[in-house]
């Protein structure tokens, strides 16, 4: 868990950093992260979506601070600066006593080991994919919801159980996104699985800088007025927040993750009907005889 935490703190931390940097841009930025520990074949792949505004507050909070358009910061700047970040934290997680390393991390216990592994780590190019909203911030969101309250794999992609073996279907990246087959013996697809269950309570969508619980509300409310757009924005002809009828929880439950939760789950064709909704009753506690 703690590795997680210093995945998001060093992502925060670096978008954060260059954002007030008013080489880069000069603003406080907005920032949701969501981790994500799998690929398409359930290998343990952790690592961080966030979704960042495209500009920010200035210092003063007087002015919003626009971002070039198609562009934030640039990515060699990203890399180096999340990898410092990173492994600092890392050091800092060893310096403490506060990594467990079991099996045959044992042998990193020892100072100078953990050292001469560590410090290739530095001259490593480090992954950071950025790029411009496809099809709009909308369209963002919604990819991103498909996955927030989803583990690993979904059910479509099961294909079937021979035996004791599982098979499901997964995208090959290095093969043009091309779907295919892999089959797994059941206790290793099991195994991948449950590398994916995070531990208890772990908060897997976080939320910094402007969009940061403690002010999310009033800073939202700054930023709308001074890019001029209303802080219920509509399209046109669609009725507003006051006016619209509560949004059916399996409705948003859909539009959120893909998940039709009404969906009969025998058939898949059927759709689930409320037939009644039993109102909840206390049963009164036995009365106890005097002694």
């Known amino acids: 868990m703690r590795l997680y935490n210093l995945l998001f703190q060093a992502a925060q931390q670096t978008l954060q950093k260059l954002g007030a940097d008013p080489k880069h ?31 920010g507050l200035s210092p003063d909070h007087r002015r919003w601070v626009s971002a070039r358009p198609g562009f934030l910061f640039p990515i060699p700047v990203l890399r180096s600066l999340y990898r410092g970040k990173f492994l ?81 279907r997964y995208k090959d990246r290095a093969a043009e996104d091309r779907w295919k087959t892999l089959r797994l013996p059941a206790l290793e697809f099991i195994r991948r699985f449950l590398l994916h269950i995070l531990p208890d309570r772990f908060v897997r969508i976080r939320y910094f800088g402007l969009l940061a619980h403690r002010h999310r509300r009033r800073l939202l409310a700054l930023s ?30 859909l539009r ?30 036995p009365s106890r005889a005097p002694p």
Request: aromatic content about 8%.
């Open 256 to 285: 959120l993750t893909g998940f039709d939760a009404l969906l009969c789950p025998a058939c898949k064709v059927g759709r689930l009907r409320l037939v009644a909704t039993l109102a909840a009753q206390r049963t009164a506690a």
């Open 224 to 253: 709308r007025d001074l890019l001029g757009v209303p802080a219920a924005a509509t399209e046109a002809g669609s009725p507003t927040e006051a006016d619209a009828a509560p949004e059916p929880w399996h409705e948003r439950l």
């Open 88 to 168: 600092a934290g890392l050091k800092v997680l060893y310096d403490e006593g506060r990594l467990r390393l079991p099996g045959h991390l044992a042998e990193l216990s020892d100072p100078l080991r953990f050292e001469a592994f560590l410090s290739p780590l530095h001259e490593i190019e480090w992954v950071v994919y950025a790029k411009p909203p496809f099809a709009g911030p909308e369209m963002v969101f919604r990819y991103l919801g498909r996955y927030t309250h989803r583990v690993a794999i979904s059910n479509q992609r099961l294909v079937g159980l021979d035996g004791d073996d599982v098979s499901f």
């Open 25 to 55: 841009l000069g603003a406080q930025l907005g920032i949701l992260a969501v981790l994500h520990t799998w690929n398409q074949v359930l290998g343990f792949h952790p690592h961080a979506h966030c979704i960042v505004t495209g500009g």
